[in-house]
C-alpha cells in the first residue's frame, strides 16, 4: 500500500524548542504523530512515506530564516523528505503548500499508475490544500485522509484568541479549513463527536483516541534534585489557560493546608498573571515556567502524583482527547483527572477521579492519593502504565487505521 504521511514531526536532533525564542507549540501532536507513524510502519510492508514539515516560529522568534529541502529517514529503509520553505509569516504559508505539493506529485508519479493514500495529519492549512490540490489533479488515483484531534472555530478553544484583527483572520480561515475538510474521503478522529462536529457523517471514520510509545529520551539523574525534601508534589504541565480549568487546581491548592505539600505548574497561557500572584502569596506554588520535554519527564519521576483540572463544562472538551491523559497514566505516577465526554470507558479503572468537579472535590482527592502510602501510591502508577504500554500500543491502536485505508483503496 502506498502511504504518504503528511506531518508537523518536530526531529529531536533540531534542537528546534529549545532553539525557539518563545512557546512553541506542536510537542504533544509531534509525540502522537511519532506514535502513529511507528503503528502504521508495524501494520505495512514496508514505512510509510513522511513528508514533514518542521513548523516553527517565525522568524526572527526562530534564528532559522529558510528550511531547506532535506532528504531523511524515521525507520530503516525509509525515504522520507523535510518539505522546505521560507519562515516569514504569509510566505511561510505559501511556500509551504507549494513545496509540499511538489514533493507529493513528484511521488505519485514515481508509482507509474499505482493507488495511494495521502494522509494529512493535523488540521493545518497549508497541508490541507497540497493535498486537496493533489486529488484534484490525480481523482481517484488519490485517497485523501484527514487525521486530527483538534477542531476549528467555535467547537475548538477559540477563546484562546482575542477579538482583534488577527482573530478575524483565523476565523476567516477557521471557515476555510472547515470546508477543506469536508472534501476529504475519509477520517481519522479522536472523539466520536468530532465526525458530527465537521459535518461528515455520511463519509468512513475510524476514532483513535490515542497512541503511546516510549519518548525519544529516558529520565536523567536530575530528577532527584527537584525534590530533595521528599515534599508531596503535585505536577501540571501543559497549557496554562482558563479554559483548561488551571485556576480549579491552584483554588484547590489553597483549600491544602499541609505545609508538606508543593504544587508544580509548567507552561504558558492567560491564566499564568493569576498563578503568579497567588504563588507569591502560597510559597508551595512554584510556577515554572517554559520547561523542555526532558525535563517535564524528569519532573514527572520526582512528582508524587500527577494531576489535569479540566472539567467537562465546556463544550470543547467533547471534541478533543487530552494528550496529558496518555503520557501521564504512562509515566508510572497515580493520575487524577476529571471525567471527560471525550474519554473511552476503559480508561475509568486507571485514573483516579475526585467525587465531583468541585475545588473541595479535587483537593480531598489530592490530599486522599498523597496520604498513601508509596507502595500503594506505586500501585495505581504501575496499574495505569501497564494499561497504556500494553492496550495503547500502537500497532494495536493503528491496525483500523490501515483497514480503513485498504477499504477505500477498495473502492
Keep these: 500500500m502506498n502511504i504518504a504521511y503528511c506531518s508537523l514531526l518536530l526531529p529531536e536532533e533540531k534542537k528546534i524548542a529549545e532553539r525557539s525564542k518563545g512557546h512553541l507549540s506542536g510537542v504533544s501532536l509531534h509525540k502522537f504523530s511519532r506514535c502513529c507513524i511507528k503503528g502504521l510502519d508495524e501494520n505495512l ?10 513548523n516553527t516560529l517565525n522568524y526572527p522568534k526562530f534564528p532559522e530564516l529558510v528550511f531547506p529541502n532535506e532528504i531523511w529517514s524515521h525507520a530503516e529503509g525509509a525515504d522520507d ?11 511561510k504559508y505559501i511556500t509551504q503548500e507549494k513545496n509540499l505539493y511538489a514533493a507529493l506529485c513528484k511521488w505519485i508519479d514515481s508509482l507509474q499508475g499505482e493507488r495511494c493514500v495521502i494522509c494529512v495529519h493535523h488540521i493545518y492549512y497549508p497541508m490541507m490544500r497540497a493535498a486537496l490540490h493533489v486529488k484534484k489533479k490525480y481523482g481517484d488515483r488519490v485517497v485523501t485522509c484527514l487525521f486530527t484531534g483538534d477542531m476549528p472555530g467555535l467547537l475548538g478553544l477559540k477563546a484562546q484568541f482575542k477579538d482583534n484583527l488577527k482573530q478575524k483572520m483565523i476565523d476567516r480561515m477557521n471557515d476555510k479549513i472547515l470546508a477543506m475538510a469536508k472534501e476529504f474521503d475519509c477520517f481519522i478522529f479522536q472523539t466520536k463527536y468530532m465526525a458530527e462536529g465537521f459535518g461528515v457523517e455520511d463519509k468512513p471514520v475510524y476514532v483513535l483516541e490515542c497512541a503511546y510509545t516510549a519518548p525519544e529520551y529516558s529520565v536523567s539523574d536530575k530528577w532527584k534534585t527537584y525534590n530533595p525534601d521528599k515534599k508531596k508534589v503535585v505536577f501540571y504541565a501543559g497549557s496554562l489557560r482558563r479554559e483548561y480549568d488551571i485556576l480549579h487546581l491552584i483554588r484547590a491548592a489553597g483549600l491544602i493546608k499541609d505545609s508538606d505539600f508543593e504544587f508544580w505548574v509548567a507552561g504558558g497561557g492567560n491564566a499564568v498573571e493569576e498563578i503568579k500572584a497567588t504563588a507569591a502569596k502560597d510559597s508551595r506554588i512554584k510556577y515554572l515556567g517554559f520547561i523542555t520535554p526532558q525535563e517535564v519527564l524528569d519532573r514527572q519521576e520526582a512528582a508524587t502524583v500527577l494531576v489535569s483540572p479540566r472539567t467537562s463544562a465546556h463544550d470543547f472538551v467533547k471534541y478533543s482527547f487530552p494528550s496529558k491523559t496518555m503520557e501521564c497514566l504512562a509515566s508510572g505516577k497515580p493520575y487524577i483527572a476529571h471525567k471527560l465526554p471525550c474519554e473511552p470507558e476503559e480508561y475509568r479503572n486507571y485514573i483516579q477521579y475526585p467525587d465531583d468537579e468541585s475545588d473541595e472535590a479535587l483537593a480531598r482527592k489530592i490530599e486522599e492519593i498523597c496520604g498513601l502510602s508509596e507502595a500503594e501510591r506505586k500501585e495505581l502508577g504501575d496499574r495505569g502504565k501497564r494499561f497504556i504500554e500494553e492496550e495503547k500500543d500502537p500497532k494495536v491502536m493503528c491496525k483500523g487505521i490501515v483497514e480503513l485505508w485498504e477499504s477505500m483503496l477498495e473502492k
Excluded at 510492508?45 to 518542521?54: C, R, T
Aim: aromatic share 14%; proline share 5%; charged share 15%.
Design 45 to 54: 510492508d514496508s514505512p510509510v512515506k513522511v513528508f514533514n514539515i518542521i
Design 81 to 91: 523528505r523535510h518539505i522546505g520553505y521560507i519562515n516569514i509569516f504569509g510566505i
